[in-house]
């Protein structure tokens, strides 16, 4: 495997561990683990991180090492805004498009974000949920978008995760069944109009004072000491 793609396949796993929500916000990302996990040095590694921390997804904190980003509200609300302008572009370009593989290829995707919601896979489903959008655009041929959309929509599952976000994965399974059935109808107006409704649910489902609060509560928290035993 050459240099290069070695370093497309760490920062491509490390995206998709944050669509999976198994990476979370703030936790660090050691060199040395990673370069034994991969089987490279710790300077190709270096460099993938390097290339994730140009996309936003990572920072390095002085002499403590390299960690997922904690965005801030207003980064998450500024990529739920990107996303609502390419996604909403891409479905009002749908019209007249061929769209019975789309709708094929979406329905599958559907299928299986259903299997892995009743199978209860949580790392499965919240990557397929949010990989739903990439895979609409790139059905859809727009191949540039897809991979903006693929880093976009890992920003917004890296602020759900952070800012505790109530969005039930049902929920969101079903409203994307409602988008792919209103492109079924052949009806793109409404299939965009539901896709900002979607966008939105999720964006309104964050909690933005989860973290602080949550990380006060833990600090505060009696400890939970065993009654001493009188010899």
């Known amino acids: 495997m050459s240099t290069t793609s070695s370093q497309v396949q760490i920062a491509q796993q490390v995206v998709e561990a944050i669509l999976a929500q198994k990476l979370a916000p703030g936790e660090r990302l050691g060199e040395q683990a990673l370069a034994e996990l991969f089987g490279v040095s710790r300077t190709l590694v270096r460099e993938a991180l390097m290339q994730l921390q140009a996309r936003g997804f990572v920072e390095v904190r002085s002499r403590k090492g390299w960690y997922v980003v ?32 789309v709708i094929r290829r979406l329905r599958r995707h559907i299928e299986q974000e259903q299997q892995a919601i009743v199978e209860a896979d949580p790392a499965t489903r919240a990557f397929l949920l949010a990989d739903f959008h990439v895979c609409l655009a790139d059905a859809m041929g727009q191949r540039a978008l897809s991979d903006v959309l693929r880093d976009l929509t890992a920003r ?14 049902g929920q969101s399974c079903a409203e994307h069944d409602g988008i792919v059935a209103a492109l079924e109808a052949g009806d793109t107006e409404l299939a965009r109009r539901r896709m900002l409704a979607h966008i939105g649910h999720v964006e309104e489902a964050l909690n933005p004072v989860a973290p602080a609060r949550d990380r006060l509560r833990d600090t505060l928290a009696p400890l939970e000491l065993q009654p001493r035993r009188h010899e």
């Open 70 to 101: 904690e965005p801030s509200v207003e980064e998450a609300r500024d990529a739920f805004s990107a996303r609502r302008v390419i996604e909403a572009g891409i479905l009002s370009e749908a019209g007249g498009r061929p769209m019975q593989q």
């Open 156 to 169: 917004t599952t890296l602020a759900a995760t952070l800012y505790q976000s109530a969005h039930d994965a």
